[in-house]
């Protein structure tokens, strides 16, 4: 089987092949410009596909709250214009002619661990990704959890700083305003006048300054405020934090650290580890959900 598998992020759009063992091939990224809107990007998507021969399936994962039995996305913040309510399975399948399956980027990227990563054989886990906004995805008894409108695990919205910054949901102090990549990158270039992205962030120059070694110190405690609330919500016993930033040893070091000193003793048990497939993760879940339709 010869898969074409999108994840489409509010920074960058990652594509690859990946065949029937899901090994993963001519990977590439380019930038998503989500501020184009969601026809743009859908777009962009079909005259990709079309330069490729012999698909079985096409699998994307995007940003939005996703209905993945129809294939349309029911929401989208700002983040990308003129999203919500696009039926992306029906557009792409019917300019491209190949069976489509559509899944929110965060819940195909939390499957992917489950089955090939840093998940897999736990029954029961929660995911994180931080990115451009913070994605959240819910395991319970082995099954993805959606809430009553396919939107559970909205973790990027949870109340962290009431009345604090504005959010492009419309709220006010969301989680994501102050604990996502992007909140990291934009307090570095506030607090320094750097512009840098979140891997140059943790380069041995910059990571060393300690003005920008402050800022991210902080940006990690706003990381362990959300997870607290989490882990008071769900009692995991597994927490898998993924995006790219993630793959920073120092951040999982210094949460360790510091978050079970936070917790209640009977809310201690919770082993929290980065993602083991990266930025692979929503590539590989999604395609092994579209292998199956």
Not at 260 to 275: D, H
Request: aromatic share 10%; net charge negative.
């Amino acid at each position: 089987m010869k898969i074409l598998t999108f994840d489409i992020g509010g920074t960058n759009i990652k594509y690859a092949l990946c065949n029937e063992k899901f090994e993963i091939s001519e990977e590439h990224s380019i930038p998503t410009n989500a501020e184009q809107g969601g026809q743009v990007i859908i777009n962009r998507i079909i005259e990709i596909i079309k330069t490729f021969d012999g698909l079985d399936r096409v699998a994307i994962s995007t940003a939005g709250q996703v209905d993945n039995k129809n294939g349309i996305v029911v929401f989208s913040t700002n983040d990308i214009p003129y999203y919500t309510g696009m039926m992306v399975k029906k557009i792409v399948q019917s300019k491209t002619g190949i069976p489509t399956f559509l899944e929110n980027d965060t819940n195909a990227a939390a499957l992917g661990e489950h089955k090939f990563g840093a998940a897999r054989g736990a029954e029961s886990f929660v995911y994180l990704n931080f990115g451009t906004g913070i994605g959240g995805a819910i395991y319970i008894n082995n099954e993805l959890y959606t809430g009553s409108n396919s939107c559970a695990g909205g973790f990027a919205h949870l109340i962290t700083h009431a009345g604090g910054r504005q959010c492009t949901c419309g709220g006010e102090g969301c989680y994501k305003q102050y604990a996502s990549a992007r909140a990291l990158t934009q307090a570095v270039e506030k607090a320094t006048g750097k512009t840098l992205n979140g891997f140059e962030i943790f380069d041995k120059e910059n990571f060393e300054n300690p003005e920008i070694r402050h800022v991210i110190d902080i940006w990690i405690d706003e990381i362990i405020l959300g997870l607290k609330s989490i882990i008071y919500t769900f009692n995991p016993s597994l927490i898998v934090l993924g995006g790219g930033i993630m793959s920073e040893d120092y951040i999982i070091e210094l949460i360790d650290r510091k978050i079970y000193k936070q917790l209640m003793e009977n809310f201690r048990k919770v082993n929290i580890v980065n993602s083991k497939l990266g930025n692979q993760a929503a590539l590989l879940g999604v395609a092994y959900e579209a292998s199956n339709i």
